[in-house]
């Protein structure tokens, strides 16, 4: 994972970057959430996800739609 470091009162403090969407933020009645290194990976695994189990086939995930979904991706 990312690393990063954070100098407040610690001289050093490591931290974890991780990238997360939720399938319910995506638009779906679903609680999955999909947590992440990397926004490409979340996209990867998102869409994984709704063609397993929501039954969205990979042509009808459009452009638009990805830039939308991308929209929601959180950074914690």
Known sequence: ???GTLSLISPTISY???K???CR???FDCDYV???ETEEEVMKNGTEHVQKVHGIKEEDIT???KQKIRGFIRTS
Do not use: D, F, H, L
């Open 20 to 22: 997360s969407i939720s």
């Open 1 to 3: 994972m990312n690393r």
């Open 34 to 36: 999909v947590k992440c």
């Open 16 to 18: 974890y970057v991780v």
């Open 63 to 65: 452009t638009e739609m």
């Open 25 to 27: 933020e995506a638009g």
